[in-house]
């Protein structure tokens, strides 16, 4: 483990759950349908199907497909688990946007190339708590942490 992964880890496992408005959440909705409509791939469910490389991944992508993983999108902050489908289509597509691996590195790469499609401030923190701490914790833990939205 990276001093990096272990700090941003801790800040999301031990980071108290933050509530966002009404009006943040429908902002993030908003964009979320925005970007999802935009993709220029098909993403598809699966309870099954995890990439274990983002190489793998972008080899879909470059078909215009792509395996999104039920087990992944389990967030309370959306208001149906369509939004959290369509969240990680969106994250997924712009790792291979970014040429982003899954490494802590790569997962902040990725989030970067993101967040300058967001509306807000208060969208960006919302996907860098989804996308930096969560993964800092997965890597972390060798498992997918609780769910929780964390603003350090």
């Known amino acids: 483990m990276t001093p990096k992964v272990d700090t941003l880890a801790k ?19 908003d964009w979320l349908m925005s970007e999802f409509q935009q993709l220029p791939i098909n993403p598809m469910f699966s309870n ?9 991944m972008c080899a879909d992508i470059s078909q215009q497909q792509l395996w999104v993983s039920a087990d992944s999108y ?4 959306y208001p149906n688990p369509f939004y959290g489908f369509a969240f ?16 802590l590195e790569g997962e902040i790469t990725a989030y970067r190339t993101l967040a300058n499609r967001v ?8 996907i860098y708590s989804e ?14 942490p609780a769910s929780k939205l964390v603003f350090p």
């Open 119 to 126: 509306p807000s401030l208060e969208i960006q923190k919302i």
């Open 11 to 29: 800040l999301y496992l031990e980071g108290e759950s933050v509530e966002i408005s009404d009006i943040s959440q429908l902002e993030l909705c």
């Open 74 to 77: 389990d967030s309370e902050i």
């Open 131 to 144: 996308i930096v701490l969560k993964s800092s914790a997965h890597i972390y833990l060798g498992h997918s």
């Open 88 to 103: 990680l289509a969106i994250h997924d597509y712009y790792h291979c946007v970014a040429d982003a691996d899954f490494s």
């Open 48 to 56: 099954y199907m995890r990439y274990h490389t983002a190489a793998q």
